[in-house]
């Protein structure tokens, strides 16, 4: 698979198209269909930091994908092509609420909160800015793993997404996830809190079963958090014998899955304070989004 990149300073009225094109053996066709997926970005003045560091880089370098405007003299073009990250492609986002401010969506198993320099064709932002109408900027207030699925908030405004954001971090929105593990979890106190520390941080987590499926020993369970440390639930999840169905990150390495199962840990229910009207809010997952043991037992090895 092609992977290149080019670091081209913009010396004479030209187009990112023309310049692109002058440098690289790609068609016309493919440069277009890159930018549009995110592969380039422009720094306004190229003796500011014209290299950029995956997810990092400064208020100077933007992605671009105006492909007719002559660029600015002076100035960096940044171009990441991986034809393997350009090709991937991903089950769509689902809208569950317009709320025009906001919006409440079903993320699938696969989309990304967060693009890097070789894209961001796979990031919920991405496709919801894409998709939504009216037409509205899409931004990022809390993250799910790309590997579970389930509810997030989208703001369309940067004064919104400040809202949204001092809320997570003052606790005052309520997220209930569901997982199925490998295990009995009948005999555990129900519900079951988990107070072990990860990456040296606190975190504390609320394990109620909700279901089991003796045949093939799994367990559906509610779960809710009081931190949110990266990949708790499954962390703690794993630390109890209980490894989440498809974790093939912190799960047990003795289950084989097929690579059609994804992994079972879903964001079903969000509660909170709307910004906007002061009235609160809850949005459940539809029943048919949620993880089921049917879907996942014809799956497993």
């Known amino acids: 698979m092609l992977k290149f990149e080019l670091h081209l300073d ?41 290299i950029l560091n995956n997810n990092r880089h400064n208020k100077y370098t933007q992605r671009l994908r105006r492909i007719k405007s002559t660029l ?9 092509y991986d034809e393997n990250v350009l090709a991937q492609q991903i089950d ?4 569950i609420r317009d709320q025009q401010a906001y919006s409440i969506w079903y993320k699938p198993y696969g989309m990304l909160c967060q693009g890097s320099k070789w894209s961001d064709h796979c990031t919920i932002n991405r496709y919801i800015e894409t998709t939504i109408k009216p037409q509205r900027p899409a931004f990022i207030v809390h993250r799910l793993d790309r590997a579970a699925s389930g509810l997030i908030i989208i703001a369309h405004s940067k004064k919104i997404a400040r809202a949204f954001s001092a809320m997570f971090e003052e606790h005052q929105l309520h997220k209930m996830y569901q997982i199925i593990c490998h295990g009995d979890h009948r005999s555990h106190a129900q519900p079951e809190k988990i107070t072990l520390a990860i990456d040296g941080k606190s975190a504390n987590s609320s394990f109620k079963l909700l279901d089991y499926n003796s045949d ?11 931190s949110g440390r990266k990949h708790q639930i499954r962390k703690h999840a794993a630390a109890i014998n209980l490894p989440v169905v498809a974790d093939r ?18 964001a079903v229910s969000l509660q909170f304070e709307c910004p906007i009207n002061n009235t609160q809010q809850k949005y459940d997952l539809p029943e048919n989004l949620r993880p089921k043991f049917k879907n996942v037992i014809s799956l497993l090895k």
């Open 10 to 50: 913009v010396e004479k009225p030209t187009t990112a198209i023309e310049l692109l094109n002058e440098h690289c053996d790609l068609s016309i066709n493919q440069i277009k269909q890159a930018i549009q997926k995110g592969a380039l970005w422009f720094t306004k003045d190229q003796k500011q930091s014209s």
């Open 72 to 80: 600015p003299l002076n100035g960096t073009l940044h171009f990441y």
């Open 92 to 95: 769509p986002a689902q809208l």
């Open 216 to 226: 093939n020993n799994l367990s559906l369970l509610e779960v809710s958090i009081g």
């Open 249 to 266: 990150l912190h799960g047990d390495k003795r289950f084989k899955y097929d690579e059609k199962l994804n992994l079972q840990l879903c």
